[in-house]
């Protein structure tokens, strides 16, 4: 059963239904989706931008970039701590969407995503440890940190998972994701019992948040964040064909090892650098990259553009929930992706298994 | 007439039965205490007390008692600098969330002062230890100076702290009548943190006494005994607004003088009263919420006379 | 001399071997030494002889002996034992080792159900109800599992893929409550989920017995059932075994002892993981030989944990869930290491 189960959810993602038949509707339409999402993204961002404690028209909006009033209050918001707000969450959404359509060719597997992975408590295990006990604060500092715990619980669960005779099968990644996700969790509360002071400073950051980040934080960020998308893009085609399986990929000529390899530095640099930024935030990297295959078919080279544009838009629109929930203070963001996520990944589950 | 004799005959029956408990409460009889965690008897003076929240350790000093176990304080740890002289050597039993039953135990003690927001779970252990008595949250300083008088037969000096207080609450609200001509209504008490800024509210320690002193500060919305709000976004600022601001002075944490220069550089921040008022004072946390006694209370409102320029 | 005693009792069929009676044999006296050893440490260490003394003709420890150590081990054991078996019995039903009642959302809900107690109504119901309100969040949890992955009957994977699902769902709602509730329960809401049997009394320990007493047997009556549903599905139901009737019953009884467990003591992760790996190497792999063996080694540990956290950082008492990690994670990943050999 669990054979039959991995090998029609390893289907659901091959290439095969578009390397044999692109039909042309489909070719012609697929920027048409991606100019539409581009839409979706660019209204979610103007809507961050003017909604908040204090509401403000989209005409202001406009103006505070195109004639900017150091005396407008509103101008001042926008400028200072909107703006910041919304492209730290544009980042975020994207980096996770995006390393987590990466792991699902990787894995082969439509559970995998950065949190499953325990990537996500990894990195936090690793922030929350060099807080406590070397008393390093600064998110420059922490944000290597972050990757490297990334990459120990997602080298991990790799490993963890791909024990035993029948491989990576979905199963054994997300166990292997929970059992590893417990352990740095674990390690994580201890660290704050012990350290009592610390635990509120931490605890906001636990749930995930986009806010408060200056865009000089940002910055040194965005040149690693965009080569990542960028080389993830150049790799998709190589992508499409490692998902068609390995042995057909190494008979083309694939390098398969190199490739798999790029992937996996790829994801530990996206995942573990949002959630350097933003804390944890969960089901992102899970969701998104279904909805987009949903939209554009599986086919990597337009499914990575379109999960980087809907993972921006997804965070940058839950973000925008948090604000108003509990005015003046905010939800962690996480929550909300959280519970966005649990049902569609409990969907997910029930809907995997009916196939089979 | 007549009613006005049946008054006065009522008041001198309450002297005189207030004089008679007094003697009673001098010799060693048992008396019961009522409260929030049932009642509890106690014989005669016990000398040797283990206080197992802040509060009650900075009363217990108030009270000329130097208990013989006390918790961890959560600053200046181990013992509030104000505090180490008395508390010198004494032995500490662990934190208030989790103090240690075995050394407690240990300790011998005749009397236990607990608080039942951190303490419920313990209590039939600690009874079993010595009489315990608690009161239900732990920065009610008022409630704790009257409870541990009563347990530890010091009524008088207990009434005294009380008094002395209730006189400088009112000498301050006169002073501060006479002297500011424009007199500040709305007080703010801000902490920074890391990642966020948090605004007391007046269920706190400080908010309580800072209501009492006739300022208002701001309330809590929805769930009950919240003394505090978490805002993370510098948009909230205007939901910080009042006409004076106290601040606890900064740590040494570069994050957090980061997140406080982030703010008061923050454009919003200027458009704040008290901001335009100058009316931003940094105050001691030791004080103003960690310590949570009446020599804290009062040590608080020293430094609130202070900053408006008035003598105590 | 035969291979196999087999105990027959009415609803009682156990088949024991030689080697798993010795096994139970040599560990049993470990056990007892550790409990020994529990109970001299202390804030002040008293000799394994002035224990037995003291036990026996109360003295001037017997206080802290009997009012303080001794319920407290008692609970630690207990819990340790019921989360292990309970780990055992996921792990058969899921067939996969690393199974656990933290893992597929047990936990996770029984620590929803407790911050949200802690958090808003701590203030108005006694701190006594704190365990129901965790037991209800555990079986709710549990009912919605299953509940969720019913489609014509229950597999062990969509099972588990739904309790990992729900796990996640119920921290987000755990985290949400902390953030929400007043900045002083966060702290006791997180010694909580970390796990710590910090001021047992006696009335804890008989109020959490009943559940064992009543759950294990009826899991040792399960035994040839879960042996062989972890055969999988077409072996189990020809061997004629009512097989999503037994598979309802296994869910429950281990969600029972979990929630039960956690209900006293917080989410203490990771025993019911370990202790089942544990016993796998030092038995065979039937229900019947495993649990005993399970059970003794997650009393041991969870025993061993909580003595740790109460001495190592003195006079602070760490919860006794800080140090099953702590011991937990290196021989989990040993575990993973020797697997990959």
Not at chain 3, 136 to 141: K, S
Not at chain 3, 315 to 326: I, K, N, Q, S, T
Request: glycine residues 8%; contains cysteine.
């Amino acid at each position: 059963m669990k054979q039959t189960l991995n090998i029609t959810m390893q289907r659901s993602l091959s290439a095969t239904d578009f390397t044999n038949s692109p039909t042309l509707s489909r070719l012609s339409t697929r920027p048409l989706q991606l100019l539409l999402a581009a839409l979706l993204l660019t209204l979610a961002f103007l809507a961050s931008l003017a909604f908040g404690q204090l509401s403000i028209p989209l005409s202001r909006v406009i103006t505070a970039f195109t004639h900017y009033d150091g005396s407008n209050t509103d101008h001042l918001i926008i400028t200072t701590t909107r703006l910041a707000r919304a492209l730290t969450a544009l980042t975020v959404g994207a980096a996770l969407a995006v390393s987590g359509a990466l792991m699902q060719a990787l894995t082969r597997n439509p559970m995998a995503s950065p949190s499953i992975f325990g990537v996500n408590a990894g990195a936090l295990f690793a922030i929350v440890l060099t807080m406590t006990v070397f008393s390093i604060s600064s998110l420059q500092n922490l944000i290597w940190v972050a990757l490297i715990g990334a990459a120990v619980a997602g080298g991990m669960v790799y490993g963890l998972g791909s024990l035993g005779r029948d491989g990576l099968t979905p199963v054994k990644i997300v166990l292997a994701g929970a059992a590893i996700s417990a352990l740095f969790v674990s390690f994580t509360q201890g660290l704050l019992v012990v350290n009592q002071d610390g635990l509120d400073s931490i605890l906001f950051w636990l749930g995930g948040s986009v806010s408060g980040r200056d865009l000089s934080l940002l910055q040194p960020l965005i040149p690693y964040g965009l080569a990542a998308l960028v080389l993830s893009q150049l790799l998709s085609p190589h992508i499409n064909v490692l998902l068609s399986g390995d042995e057909i990929a190494k008979s083309l000529g694939q390098r398969t090892g190199w490739l798999k390899l790029a992937m996996g530095v790829l994801i530990v640099l996206l995942a573990g650098s949002a959630v350097a930024i933003a804390g944890n935030i969960a089901f992102v990297g899970l969701i998104v990259p279904h909805m987009a295959r949903a939209w554009v078919g599986a086919d990597y080279r337009w499914l990575l553009p379109m999960c980087a544009l809907l993972g921006a838009a997804l965070l940058l629109l839950a973000d925008l929930v948090a604000r108003f929930l509990i005015m003046p203070q905010e939800i962690p963001i996480g929550v909300m992706t959280a519970l966005l996520g649990t049902p569609f990944f409990i969907y997910l589950a029930r809907r995997g298994l009916q196939n089979a | 007439m007549t009613l006005h004799t049946h008054w006065l005959t009522r008041l001198t029956l309450t002297c005189l039965c207030s004089l008679i408990t007094c003697t009673v409460l001098a010799s060693d009889h048992t008396r019961t205490l009522t409260h929030a965690l049932g009642n509890t008897s106690i014989t005669g003076t016990p000398t040797r007390i283990v206080t197992l929240y802040q509060g009650a350790t900075d009363t217990a000093v108030a009270l000329g008692i130097t208990p013989v176990g006390v918790v961890d304080s959560w600053l200046e740890q181990p013992t509030y600098q104000f505090l180490r002289e008395q508390l010198a050597n004494v032995t500490h039993v662990g934190l208030e969330t989790q103090p240690n039953l075995e050394l407690i135990a240990s300790l011998q003690p005749d009397l236990i002062i607990a608080a039942k927001m951190r303490h419920e779970k313990i209590y039939p252990q600690l009874s079993q230890i010595a009489p315990t008595i608690s009161i239900d949250y732990v920065f009610q300083f008022k409630d704790t100076v009257q409870q541990m008088g009563t347990a530890l037969n010091r009524q008088t000096q207990a009434d005294e702290l009380l008094n002395h207080w209730t006189q400088r609450v009112a000498d301050f609200q006169q002073q501060l009548k006479t002297t500011q001509r424009n007199t500040p209504n709305t007080v703010s008490l801000l902490d920074f943190r890391p990642d966020h800024v948090r605004l007391y509210l007046q269920d706190s320690f400080a908010g309580s006494i800072l209501t009492e002193l006739g300022f208002t500060v701001a309330r809590n919305q929805g769930s009950h005994n919240q003394w505090a709000l978490k805002l993370t976004s510098r948009e909230s600022m205007p939901s910080l607004n009042a006409d004076v601001f106290f601040i606890f002075k900064l740590t040494d944490d570069p994050v957090t003088q980061r997140v406080y220069q982030q703010w008061t550089q923050h454009p919003l921040w200027q458009t704040l009263t008290a901001v335009q008022q100058q009316q931003v004072f940094f105050v001691d946390e030791v004080a103003w919420s960690a310590s949570g006694g009446v020599l804290g209370a009062n040590k608080m409102l020293d430094q609130v006379y202070q900053h408006f320029g008035l003598t105590p | 001399m035969p291979k196999f005693y087999t105990v027959r009792h009415a609803a009682l069929s156990l088949q024991l071997n030689l080697k798993t009676l010795s096994v139970l044999a040599l560990l049993l006296p470990c056990v007892l030494a550790c409990v020994l050893l529990a109970l001299s440490a202390g804030s002040q260490w008293l000799s394994p002889l002035t224990v037995l003394n003291e036990l026996v003709a109360d003295g001037r420890y017997a206080f802290v002996l009997e009012t303080l150590r001794l319920p407290r081990i008692v609970m630690a054991f207990m819990v340790g034992a019921a989360l292990a078996v309970s780990g055992l019995m996921l792990q058969s039903l899921i067939r996969n080792p690393l199974a656990s009642p933290d893992i597929i959302g047990i936990t996770g809900g029984a620590s929803a159900a407790a911050v949200f107690f802690l958090s808003f109504l701590a203030g108005s119901l006694s701190v006594y109800w704190l365990p129901v309100a965790a037991i209800i969040g555990a079986l709710l949890t549990a009912l919605i599992i299953y509940g969720l992955a019913w489609q014509g009957g229950v597999s062990p994977v969509r099972l588990v893929l739904i309790g990992i699902g729900l796990a996640a769902g119920m921290n987000a709602i755990t985290t949400l409550m902390i953030v929400l509730s007043p900045i002083a329960t966060s702290m006791t809401a997180y010694v909580w989920l970390t796990g710590s049997v910090y001021g047992t009394n006696w009335q804890d320990v008989s109020r959490l017995l009943p559940w064992l007493l009543v759950l294990l047997p009826w899991a040792m009556s399960l035994a040839r059932s879960i042996d062989a549903q972890a055969l999988g599905d077409a072996t189990a139901i020809n061997l004629g075994i009512a097989l999503q009737r037994d598979r309802l019953l296994v869910l429950f009884i281990s969600v029972g002892l979990a929630g039960a467990a956690v209900a006293f003591a917080g989410a203490v992760s990771f025993v019911g993981l370990i202790a089942p790996h544990i016993a796998r190497l030092l038995v065979d792999r039937r229900f019947a030989s495993l649990a005993p063996v399970s059970a003794l080694i997650g009393g041991t540990l969870v025993v061993l944990a909580d003595t740790l956290g109460r001495t190592v950082f003195l006079p602070l008492d760490m919860p006794a869930g800080v140090f099953v990690a702590a011991v937990g994670a290196p021989f989990f990943i040993y575990l993973l290491y020797r697997h990959q050999q």
